[in-house]
T-cell receptor
Framework: DQQVKQNSPSLSVQEGRISILNCDYT??????FLWYKKYPAEGPTFLIS?????DKNEDGRFTVFLNKSAKHLSLHIVPSQPGDSAVYFC???????????FGQGTILTVHP | GAVVSQHPSRVICKSGTSVKIECRSL??????MFWYRQFPKQSLMLMAT?????????EQGVEKDKFLINHASLTLSTLTVTSAHPEDSSFYIC??????????FGSGTRLTVV
């Protein structure tokens, strides 16, 4: 049972444009959501998070939107840079800093 | 910021031997540590959750006698893969959390069993 889903395995974007990565979840108990960037053979790097009491959180070029009624969140990266090319995982927790459930990941490629 | 050190980064072992992976929180006390494994091109799958001084809680399908987790102190957790087999070859990642610190991940360990 995949409780966190990233339905797009890959996304290709031109440098300077917006990258939008999507994530859906099924567990209504999830109350904390995070986005991570990951390179092969490395641990995930935290990007941005959002609590279920908010619908938007912004940090520099990264913005996360949460739509609780749709059980959907998205990560916007504006403007996209070639250095953003990596695998992006969304993750969710049901109990504050409890265990994380990860999506399958989306490979983002930003072309110069 | 919070730093989690994971060692070794790569290990190759013979089938039937045991391998220990260490995860240390360097600048904070990790009350909870999580161990994940990731197969190529797949998601990070939680294996177990450990709280300092307590027995680890394993996810369904994870053999607790094969993947021994010890969290004896607030800064160190270890994962021992016992009697390793080629199918245990994977990328193992730890994550630590503590008061005022969210999830901090280690850099991962690539285990290859030959």
């Amino acid at each position: 049972d995949q409780q966190v889903k990233q339905n797009s395995p890959s996304l290709s974007v031109q440098e300077g444009r917006i990258s939008i990565l999507n994530c859906d979840y099924t567990n209504s108990m999830f109350d904390y959501f995070l986005w991570y960037k990951k390179y092969p053979a490395e641990g995930p790097t935290f990007l941005i998070s959002i609590s279920s009491i908010k619908d938007k959180n912004e940090d520099g070029r990264f913005t996360v939107f949460l739509n609780k009624s749709a059980k959907h969140l998205s990560l916007h990266i504006v403007p996209s840079q070639p250095g953003d090319s990596a695998v992006y995982f969304c993750a969710a927790s049901a109990e504050g800093y409890g265990k994380l459930t990860f999506g399958q990941g989306t490979i983002l490629t930003v072309h110069p | 910021g919070a730093v989690v050190s994971q060692h070794p980064s790569r290990v190759i072992c013979k089938s039937g031997t045991s391998v220990k992976i260490e995860c240390r929180s360097l600048d904070f006390q990790a009350t909870t540590m999580f161990w994940y494994r990731q197969f190529p091109k797949q998601s990070l799958m939680l294996m177990a959750t450990s709280n300092e001084g307590s027995k680890a809680t394993y996810e369904q399908g994870v053999e607790k006698d094969k993947f021994l987790i010890n969290h004896a102190s607030l800064t160190l957790s270890t994962l021992t893969v016992t009697s390793a087999h080629p199918e245990d070859s994977s990328f193992y990642i730890c994550s630590a959390s503590g008061a005022s610190y969210g999830y901090t991940f280690g850099s991962g360990t690539r285990l290859t069993v030959v």
